[in-house]
């Protein structure tokens, strides 16, 4: 039986549950590329990552954008990474 992650939304809104397996996928690959790019928007993390899952030949289930989205709300309200001020399209950084 697949395990579940119970992830956090920043604005308190009803979350959801996620396979532990895609979270612990996408987690560490987001976290990467923002330490990589210092600071992107969704769609070019969306892209990077869509980019090295090819490249290594990384089997993925699902919408990968809408697991991203879940991921990246999740982190954001965990505060590992925040939103730039000011931005549009927005952007994120990982919190220092």
Known sequence: MDQKVQLKHPQGKNPISMSK???DLLKPVVLKYLRAQAKATFTEISAGIAQDFKRNKTKFKGSLPWYLEWVKLDLEARKI???VPNTTPQEYM???
């Open 81 to 83: 990474i925040k939103r």
């Open 94 to 96: 990982i919190v220092r």
């Open 21 to 23: 397996n895609k979270y």
